[in-house]
């Protein structure tokens, strides 16, 4: 909620009129920290004001973290008015919120220049400048990480600041803790910003923001203080939103000589109205009209996957009293909102940023009798990767996980890329991994998957556009692939959402070179049907397999494998095992010669 008063929104407005006579007057004289520090105070007002502008110079045009940035932008300027970066260290939790620090350190072009926007990453990035540290895109690392540069620091008897900074939701997180954990036994420099603006992504959830919110309400008074508990320092800021306060408030801990959390209340979103009152909807954003806040991109009218699950859910929900929703605080994966949330009640269950858990939890509630859905993105279950080797798969209770944007053309920043779920999941023992190739087989698969209680299950959400085909209703015959045409000479492999484009290229091997090939739908991921492998050497020479994420350790690889004593020729398409960033991926197919001409081209030679 704003604590505007008239005279402040007339004082808003005359600062807003200001800086749009003289466009980012005083941003444009920022080349580094050190020219923020020559301001005065009445300067270091308007440098926020410009700020802001910037920010939404950049993200109503292309999209972006919105909230995390607009509720950043003081406390940024005061660190760097303070502290001495990139002598001292600062490392941003998720990073998401590390916009006006970029802005501050020789990258505001990347806000204020259309034609640049693309020199700077959503996230830190050293590649970018020396006032970054690492490439960062997921939560709860700020303070482990940063207690390494401060442990490296104390080794070669370095006196610099080395500060963590975490918020949004990020406590949560076990790392987190850990870090925490770790921070409470040093007896050297380490500055732990906590931005506590009350929200995680969506709302946040776990005992640790019931203390957060008794801290605020006691003006960091309370007795109960759980860093404290930890052995850290600890010292409290109402206002984090004020520049001269958090000023003072940085140099009574410049140069401390013991680990302190400095825990400061920010307002999410603050500066845009939209923002501030609805702060779930704003933490990240397509490209919007300022004026109503409408995105100015739009996701398409119809069918989705994601609808889909939620209707299952809510359907699974009045039928089966032991159904549970599972996420690690990312109701945004499916799009259930906040009243649907509520809807579902005590079935369902949000753990805060804590994926491991999530895990634990699901297969905790499997064992004793409950039928749980686990949900998020690819790119974060990663995160729990040993939980579900060994809490889950090893003791193969039935869980089923329902992973999105696990395609190569979903999320393309380097922090969250989902390609690497297929290599990573399918060679975990006990596991069974669906591809679904439609919205009839992806919605049988989830239905069985819920039901059976025999196997951990991780379906992958479809990452194209929404196909109709007709599809089994039982997937008990576990690796049991799905021939859908039979042919002759070559075999298609096309697993999950490049099944159509396995459809495409039969059709091109039909019409270019005059044959018919088999295609097949394989369905399961992580296993071979060697009835089906063992059948096409009678009457085939060639297999061809296309999976939507890395070759080393996929699913061709493993077709490969299975045929590398015979006479069978395997050719594998898929992506590189690397670390793309922020690209197209149709150029990105291109690249790995994987369109259907360049699959063509290649038959011919073999």
């Not at 959390?261 to 999410?268: A, D, E, R």
């Not at 998020?376 to 039935?398: G, K, W």
């Not at 922090?415 to 975990?428: K, S, Y």
């Amino acid at each position: 909620m704003s604590d505007f008063c008239d005279k402040d929104i007339e004082l808003l407005i005359d600062d807003h009129e200001r800086t749009m006579k003289g466009m980012y007057e005083i941003l444009k004289t920022i080349d580094a920290p050190s020219d923020v520090k020559k301001l005065s105070e009445d300067k270091l007002e308007i440098l926020a004001n410009e700020m802001r502008e910037a920010l939404f110079n950049r993200l109503t045009k292309i999209g972006g973290h919105f909230g995390p940035n607009f509720g950043m932008v003081e406390t940024t300027i005061a660190m760097h008015y303070v502290f001495e970066s990139p002598k001292d260290k600062f490392v941003f939790d998720v990073s998401h919120q590390s916009y006006p620090h970029k802005m501050l350190t020789g990258r505001r072009n990347g806000y204020i220049n259309d034609e640049n926007f693309a020199e700077d990453s959503g996230y830190t990035n050293p590649e970018e400048s020396e006032h970054d540290f690492f490439n960062v895109g997921h939560t709860s690392t700020s303070i482990a990480l940063a207690a390494g540069l401060a442990k490296a620091r104390d080794l070669k008897n370095g006196k610099e600041n080395i500060v963590a900074v975490i918020g949004d939701g990020s406590l949560s997180g076990g790392e987190a803790m850990e870090g925490l954990n770790i921070a409470g036994e040093m007896e050297s420099n380490f500055i732990i910003v906590v931005n506590d603006n009350e929200i995680a992504i969506a709302e946040n959830h776990g005992g640790i923001y019931k203390n957060l919110k008794e801290l605020r309400e006691t003006k960091g008074q309370a007795a109960n203080n759980i860093f404290k508990a930890y052995g850290l320092d600890y010292i409290y800021e109402e206002d984090g939103n004020d520049i001269q306060k958090m000023i003072s408030l940085f140099k009574k801990v410049k140069d401390i000589d013991h680990p302190i959390v400095v825990h400061i209340h920010t307002q999410k979103g603050k500066g845009y109205e939209l923002a501030e009152k609805n702060k779930e909807y704003w933490h990240w954003t397509m490209p919007f009209d300022r004026e109503t806040g409408v995105p100015k991109v739009s996701f398409g009218e119809g069918e989705s996957y994601l609808a889909m699950t939620v209707d299952y859910i809510f359907e699974k929900a009045k039928t089966d009293k032991d159904f549970l929703v599972i996420t690690p605080a990312m109701p945004g994966a499916l799009g259930l909102t906040a009243e649907q949330r509520i809807e579902l009640g005590h079935q369902y269950l949000d753990v805060g940023i804590a994926e491991e858990a999530a895990v634990a939890v699901a297969s905790g509630a499997a064992k004793n009798g409950a039928n749980p859905l686990l949900f998020t993105n690819m790119t974060f279950i990663q995160r729990a990767y040993d939980q579900i080797s060994q809490d889950l798969c090893i003791n193969n209770n039935p869980v089923t996980m329902v992973m999105n944007f696990s395609s190569f053309d979903g999320l393309t920043d380097v922090t969250h890329l989902g390609i690497f779920g297929l290599a990573a999941f399918t060679n975990i023992p006990n596991l069974i991994v669906l591809a679904p190739t439609s919205a009839e087989e992806y919605l049988n698969m989830l239905s069985w998957s819920v039901e059976q209680r025999e196997h951990p299950v991780m379906i992958l959400i479809p990452g194209n556009q929404v196909a109709h085909r007709e599809a089994d209703l039982n997937y008990s015959d576990i690796n049991t692939y799905k021939i859908e045409k039979k042919g002759e000479k070559t075999a298609i492999l096309a697993l999950g959402d490049f099944y159509q484009r396995g459809e495409e290229l039969a059709e091109a091997i039909r019409k270019e070179l005059g044959y018919e090939p088999t295609l097949i739908n394989p369905r399961f991921a992580s296993g071979l049907d060697t009835d089906v492998l063992e059948g096409l050497k009678k009457d085939h020479t060639l297999v061809i397999t296309l999976e939507d994420g890395i070759l080393e350790g996929g699913f061709g690889h493993k077709i490969s494998s299975y045929y590398g004593a015979s006479d069978m020729k395997v050719k594998n398409y898929g992506l590189n095992k690397e670390f793309y960033d922020r690209y197209d991926p149709e150029a990105l197919l291109r690249e790995v010669g994987m369109t259907t001409e360049q699959i063509i081209s290649d038959i011919k030679t073999m």
